[in-house]
Structures are given as structure tokens and as C-alpha cells.
């Protein structure tokens, strides 16, 4: 069998390559490798993550700016109770957000910075849980395992990006988030933050990190579900929340449609 | 109480339940120093299966009335009882499903959305209620076919004639299949033979089980009405004082001139 266990000083080199379809069939063996060796191994997964998240990013925004050249703009409910001047002002407003900033850019930027500090927050919370249980802990392996854990959501956008060519469509409502659709509760769209990044790719991070918790910290499985559960859930309702400002003001809604 | 019954045309069967009953109802507005009372003071209850015409001059109150109806504006007091709902007491999210769910609402100016085509118009609020797209625009389909513009339903807005951009937006009013359908002025920006037809319309919805609410000033609604109200300075007069008020208005005016 090939030998795929780095040497001490690659961060980013050919047998780490390796290890990124690994990971999908032999888990295992990756934390196996990722316990003896102590290094900084999270650089390739996150990088590979970045690229899937601006893909994504690149394919929703074409998408976006197709649909808005179409006139099938994400209109807010009621738009036909606007006046035809109300509609006029918003559809004015509507084009300013259509320009590469806000399509691209910002976006991307959303993105990258939601992943880097999704995988520091994790990581760091897993590293204290884990310690507070009694493990192990070492926050290089929580970060380590972290960043391969979170590789089926690469397998994830891939998948999106292919579904929105394919079908010419945004992915509206993407995990559970269909169940909690509700366009004016704030409660709805809260959970329907929540709801959306719950879907099978998920499960199989969960899975992944999990194992690699147990296998770098030597402790129960018990243990490492308690604390994969607490780390991941609080770093879910912490997105959710700030899902739910971006809603709530980076929106374009009128506040007073009519006359109230 | 002065109610839509008083003036009834037609027998009123007593065992039916008000579709809306209106208790006491004010709207205020504050405009500069004075507080200016749109309606001031209505009592009126409406049965389903209804078409009622409301008719008043210029200011009289009668598109507050229809808007607080429609749950686009809320009363300053009173009580808006539809269905045995009390919508003055609602939250705006239950306004909201109240306009999705109970009222279709037709507007003078139309409203259609420029960027769309008559079809995509006609399916819009069906994307709120969760529906395919696919049954979107079949629903919308058949809707276009029932007010007579099925040929039509790839034309933009601009590329209607008023009429037909009504017919459009009634359509649409249609769409979630609501209990009550409210007009405000529907014929008012339309030339008389393309009013006519709306009228025929609106009777038809009518004629279809639907409870209609239309506020003109086109006298020949009447002729489809089952019943009739009338607001002077927002209140609800009979058609006498309704008349009387009016040749005082057009006496004064003459001597005026």
C-alpha cells in the first residue's frame, strides 16, 4: 500500500493532496496521520474549500444578475399592493445592488470570512470542550481536524454549482430551511437559517469530526459527540443570528408599503 | 345602524352571516395642525355573495373604507370584523396572510409590475404561497383565459391597453381564490367601453360566488349591484341625503361659476 503520510515540514505538497479524496473513503487513516504529526495540515482542505465557496459565489451571482436582466427580480411579498411609483423607486433601488459588488464581492467576501471564522469558532470550541471533558486537547489537531472534517462541503457546493447550471436556477431554499418559510416572521427566518445548513453533507461532517475527536483526543465516544454537538450548534445559532441581521437590514424592503 | 342591507335591491335572507360587519369604525389622518376624519363614524355589515358599490364624491372616505377593508391601513378605532376575524386587532404578518389568503384587491392604477409579462403578473402571489412554478403558471393560464386575455399572456404591461391591463390585474386578484374581491375605482382610468367590460366582469365574479366591493364614481355600477352604500364626509348616508347633497354641491357650484 502507498504510503500517503507527509513529511514534517509539508504543508501543501503532493501526499496532502492525496489525503483530499482520502478523506471521503479512509478517514481514519487521515486523523491517524494528522495525530502523529502535529503539524499545520489545515491549509489544504481550507484552500480547497475557498475555491468551492467562490465557485458557488461566481455561479449564484451569474444566476442573480440573468434573473434580475429577466425582470424576475426577488420582489418582496405584497409588491402588487405597491403603488406604481412605490414599484418604480424599488425596482430603481433593485438595479443599484445588481453591479458587481454587490453580486460578486460582497458576497465572496461573506463567504470566505463565514468559513475562516466557522473553522477558527469550531475549532476553538472543540478544543475547550474537549479539554473540559477531559481529553487530549490540542487546538493545532482540533484546527487540523476541523479543516479535513469540513471537506464534504466542498463535495457540497460542487454538487450546487452543477444543480444551478443545470437547472438555470438559485438553490432557494437549501438544508431543511423549506420547513421554516415564512418570508415576514423573524422567527421564521431564524430558523430558517438554522434549517438551511442542516442537509447530509452535515451529517457526514458531523461524522467526520466525531472521529477525528476520538481518534486525536482519546476520549469516549460520548465525550465527542457531546462536544462536537455543543461546538457545532452554538457556531450554527451564531450564523443564524447574524443570518437573520443580513436579513433584517442588509435587505431591500420597503418599510411602510402602504399607509401605516 | 346604516348598513350594505338597508339598500338592498333584493331580498335578504337572514339566515346568511355577515361576511364583514363594521362596528363604530373611525380613521384619522393628521395633516398639519388638523386631524382630518376620512371616516367618521361606520356601521355597515356586508353578506357574502354580495356586489356592493360604493359611491360618495371626492373625499368622502370611501377608498380609506376599502383600504382598511383590505387590511392596508389600519382604522383609528373602531371594529373590522371579516369572516368572524377581527382584522383591526391583527399583527402585520397576519395582515399579510389576511390580504394572501381573504381579499383580492384591484387598483385604479392596476399595479402590474412592468418588468413582467401579464402571465408572470397574474402568478406573482402564488410565489408566496408556495406553489410550483409549474402549477404557477398553469393556475395563471386559466385565470388570463377567464378574463378573455389568454392571447395575451406574454405582453408586458406596456404592450396592454388599459382594459386590458385591468383584466390583467383581476386576474390576479383572483389568484389565490379569495372570498372577497375589493375594487377602488377599477374603471377610473379606462375609457367607457372598456369600463363597461369591466363592470360585466366584476358582476360575473360576483355571479360566481365571490363577494365584491367596488367604490366608483361610475353610476352605471349600479346596475349590477345588489346593493349599494353611500359616504358623505365618512359617513354612511341614505341615497336620498346622498342625492339631496349632491344637487346642493352642483347648485353651489353652478352659482360659483
Redesign the interface.
Known amino acids: 500500500m502507498q504510503d500517503i503520510t507527509p513529511s514534517p515540514n509539508q504543508t501543501l505538497s503532493s501526499p496532502l493532496i492525496k489525503w483530499i479524496p482520502s478523506i471521503f473513503y479512509r478517514p481514519r487513516r487521515i486523523f491517524e496521520n494528522l495525530t502523529n504529526s502535529k503539524r499545520r495540515y489545515w491549509l489544504a482542505p481550507m484552500l480547497v474549500l475557498m475555491v468551492t465557496i467562490l465557485g458557488n459565489v461566481l455561479v449564484s451571482g451569474w444566476l442573480k444578475q440573468q434573473i434580475a436582466t429577466m425582470g424576475q427580480d426577488s420582489l418582496p411579498a405584497d409588491f402588487q399592493y405597491y403603488s406604481p411609483e412605490q414599484q418604480t423607486q424599488y425596482m430603481q433601488a433593485m438595479q443599484v445592488t445588481q453591479g458587481p459588488v454587490f453580486v460578486y464581492i460582497l458576497p465572496a467576501l461573506a463567504a470566505l470570512s463565514g468559513l475562516w471564522l466557522s473553522w477558527l469558532a469550531i475549532g476553538g470550541l472543540l478544543y475547550l470542550t474537549t479539554t473540559l471533558f477531559g481529553g487530549r486537547g490540542d487546538m493545532l489537531i482540533s484546527l487540523n481536524v476541523t479543516a479535513w472534517a469540513g471537506l464534504p462541503m466542498a463535495l457540497r457546493d460542487i454538487i450546487r454549482i452543477v444543480a444551478m447550471l443545470v437547472s438555470k436556477q438559485l438553490i432557494s431554499h437549501p438544508g431543511l430551511s423549506g420547513f421554516a418559510y415564512t418570508p415576514d416572521s423573524n422567527s421564521s427566518i431564524f430558523w430558517g437559517q438554522v434549517l438551511s445548513q442542516i442537509d447530509i453533507y452535515l451529517i457526514w461532517v458531523v461524522f467526520l469530526i466525531v472521529l477525528g475527536l476520538r481518534l486525536t483526543s482519546n476520549i469516549s465516544l460520548g465525550k465527542a459527540i457531546s462536544c462536537v454537538a455543543i461546538s457545532v450548534l452554538s457556531v450554527f445559532l451564531i450564523r443564524a443570528l447574524i443570518g437573520l441581521a443580513v436579513a433584517k437590514f442588509g435587505g431591500l424592503n420597503v418599510v411602510r408599503p402602504f399607509f401605516f | 345602524m346604516l348598513s350594505a342591507h338597508s339598500f338592498s335591491k333584493s331580498s335578504m335572507t337572514n339566515r346568511d352571516r355577515p361576511i364583514i360587519s363594521i362596528n363604530g369604525l373611525h380613521k384619522d389622518f393628521i395633516m398639519g395642525d388638523q386631524i382630518v376624519h376620512a371616516i367618521a363614524g361606520v356601521d355597515l355589515t356586508i353578506m357574502p355573495n354580495t356586489l356592493t358599490v360604493i359611491m360618495g364624491p371626492s373625499g368622502s372616505g370611501k377608498s380609506t373604507l376599502l ?1 382598511l377593508l383590505g387590511g ?3 382604522p383609528s378605532s373602531g371594529d373590522i370584523i371579516v369572516n368572524d376575524r377581527a382584522i383591526h386587532t391583527l399583527d ?2 397576519q395582515l ?2 389576511y ?2 389568503q381573504t381579499v383580492g ?1 384591484i ?1 385604479q ?8 409579462d401579464a402571465l ?2 397574474v402568478a ?2 402564488m ?2 404561497a ?1 406553489i410550483k412554478t409549474k402549477q404557477r403558471n398553469q393556475q395563471a393560464s386559466e385565470l388570463l383565459k377567464r378574463v378573455g386575455l389568454d392571447d395575451r399572456a406574454h405582453h408586458r404591461p406596456t404592450e396592454l391597453s388599459g382594459g386590458q391591463q385591468q383584466r390583467v390585474a383581476i386576474a ?1 386578484a383572483l389568484v389565490n381564490n379569495p372570498q372577497i374581491i375589493l375594487a377602488d375605482e377599477p374603471t377610473g382610468n379606462l375609457d367607457t367601453a372598456s369600463g363597461g367590460s369591466i363592470m360585466h366582469l366584476l358582476s360575473d365574479l360576483h355571479r360566481s360566488g365571490k363577494t365584491v366591493i367596488v367604490v366608483t364614481h361610475d353610476s352605471r355600477m349600479n346596475r349590477f349591484a345588489t346593493h349599494q352604500v353611500y359616504l358623505l364626509d365618512g359617513k354612511t348616508v341614505t341615497e336620498e341625503e346622498y342625492i339631496s347633497a349632491s344637487v346642493l354641491e352642483l347648485t353651489s357650484e353652478s352659482q360659483t361659476n
Do not use: C, G, H, V
Open positions: 383600504y392596508l391601513d389600519r402585520e404578518n399579510a396572510k390580504r394572501r384587491f387598483f392604477s392596476f399595479n402590474l409590475i412592468p418588468t413582467m408572470q403578473n406573482f402571489p410565489r408566496f408556495r390576479r
